[in-house]
Structure formats: C-alpha cells, structure tokens
C-alpha cells in the first residue's frame, strides 16, 4: 500500500473522527412509574462526563402510528430538560399501547433510549381511597382522601344488624366529601365504599367501618359555659363594688392630702404634693407638760 493512499485514508478516518463522533450510550434503567393514574417517566442519569446534558421525551400511541403515518409526538412539558423524570400524566390521555423514547443531548452529541415495552394508562396501579367517617357534627361526614380526580364513588350505608335495608349513594365531584343525618342514641353505622375509575373500567374497595353515632350533647355544653361565665363576671363586680364601699374612708384616712406649712410656701412647688405616710413608721411621742407661769398684774 502506498503512502499516499495511507495518509488518504487516514485523513478520511480523522474528518469522520471530528465530525461524526461516536454515538453515546444510552440512558439506563428507563421505567414508566403510574399510580393513581399518573404517569411518570423515570431514567438513570447518563454515564458520561458533559459540560451540559439535557433530555427531550416523545411519545407515540395507536392513532400517531396508524393514522399520523408514525409520527413521533413531543411531550409538551419534557423538551430540553435537565431532571431525570417526566409527567406524562397529559399527553398519555387514551387507552392505547403507547411507545416512548427518550432524546440525550451531551454536547451537541444525542442519541435515543426507547422504553423496552410500550405502555397503557390502564396498566396504573389503583389504590385505594382512606375513608373517614366523623360523628361529632350534625349530620355525619363521611370524607375519602385521593389524588384522583375522576372517579366515582358508591357509598353503602347501613345499620349494623340490618344490612338487607342497605342505602346507596354516588359521590361523583371532587373532594369526595358526603353528609347524611343519622338518629342519635348510641346506635351503630356500617359504611362501604367502592371507587371506581370508569376512564380505564377499574374497581377498588373500600373497607367496612361501623361506628358508635353518640347523643350530640354540644347544644347543651356550650350554653352552659357562656352561664357560668356570665355568673363569675358578675360576683366578680359585686365584690369590688362591695369592696370600694366599705373600706374607701380607711384608704382615704391613709393616704390624704395634707396642708404645707407656710413656712416651707417659698420652697415647695406651686402645686401641692400628695403625702402618704404608713401609719406604722411614725415615732412614738410622750406628752410634755409645762410648769404655769404667773405674770405680773394677773391674778
């Protein structure tokens, strides 16, 4: 072989090096995440040092592929992205096989993944609903607590012993909250539930509760209160009125105003202080008597 041809082909093999780079590998570990139908793409973060990576999901169902002539669809909220993960909650919106892949961009370098199998909506994992049942008010609230925001549930309600006169009610609007009047007296209430998603026909139970439905004693408890504070309100003000009758002169023999002797006028303020004394500080005194006098010309 030749020089030249040699340095041909090594200049060939050099301008694809450049220009056509290998093709990355590909993202690991992709898994579709569904509960309660929410659809959340999952992926391992690539295995390649880049200065910047980025991730751009598309989808494609039964219609995309027989009608679009295979046309692959972008996840609207998953173009560009840095995170590891995708709603497709939205764009996954019928019953259909649904093939997915994902685009890796190290720059400037891209290269496809594509889910191993495809994916359907009905395949979410449906869990079901907590009920809660409360007794305290008037009527009783019966709550389920879901993410789902279209579903229906049928609500069995029964007294305990008595199954066979079972009611039934459909709580069609989210949050799912229902009042029912129920007689009070220490009786007992059965409630069951099923949820049901009709979008991809799936059914979850709910499981049984029977309650103690109590005498609702709060219209007598809180009258009752506002009584006794009333009451305590008023002695309390009977008892400083009482108070500031009986014993105002002892306060006032105590602590009055006294006379400034004229004397002391040029030295003190204009306006007179007030002078209290404790009774129990003042000096004893002893009573002082004065022999009389007789002045000349008296008799």
């Not at 030249?4 to 090096?17: E, Q």
């Not at 169902?61 to 709603?87: H, P, V």
């Not at 007794?135 to 007294?159: A, C, H, Y």
């Amino acid at each position: 072989m030749s020089s030249g041809l040699i340095k041909s082909l090594f200049s060939l093999l050099l301008h694809f090096t450049i220009n056509y780079p290998s093709t990355l590998p590909t993202p690991l570990n992709t898994s579709m995440h569904s509960v309660n139908m929410k659809h959340i793409l999952k992926w391992s973060p690539l295995q390649v040092s880049c200065s910047t990576v980025n991730y751009s999901v598309q989808f494609q169902g039964e219609y995309e592929f027989y009608k679009l002539n295979g046309t692959w669809m972008n996840a609207y909220d998953c173009q560009e992205i840095s995170e590891n993960r995708c709603d497709l909650t939205h764009d996954l919106a019928s019953n259909s096989d649904y093939s997915i892949r994902i685009n890796t961009n190290c720059d400037g370098q891209k290269s496809w993944t594509q889910l191993p199998a495809t994916f359907n909506r009905r395949d979410t994992v449906l869990l079901a609903p907590k009920m809660t049942v409360n007794v305290e008010r008037d009527p009783i609230q019966v709550g389920f607590s879901t993410t789902l925001s279209d579903m229906t549930v049928n609500l069995k309600v029964w007294k305990e012993g008595d199954e066979q006169n079972t009611l039934i009610y459909a709580i069609r609007a989210y949050p799912y909250h229902f009042s029912i009047a129920a007689h009070r007296g220490r009786e007992k209430m059965c409630f069951r539930a099923e949820a049901v998603v009709e979008a991809i026909n799936k059914i979850c139970s709910i499981d049984t509760q029977c309650v103690t439905i109590p005498e609702h004693t709060s219209d007598f408890v809180k009258p009752t209160i506002v009584s006794v504070a009333v009451v305590v309100a008023v002695a309390m003000a009977f008892i400083l009125g009482w108070s500031a009758t009986h014993f105002g002169p002892q306060i006032k023999e105590i602590c009055h105003r006294e006379p400034i002797p004229s004397v002391l006028l040029d030295d003190w303020p204009t306006r007179t202080p007030i002078l209290c004394a404790d009774v129990s500080l003042l000096e004893p005194t002893e009573l002082l008597l004065l022999p009389r006098v007789q002045v000349e010309g008296t008799v």
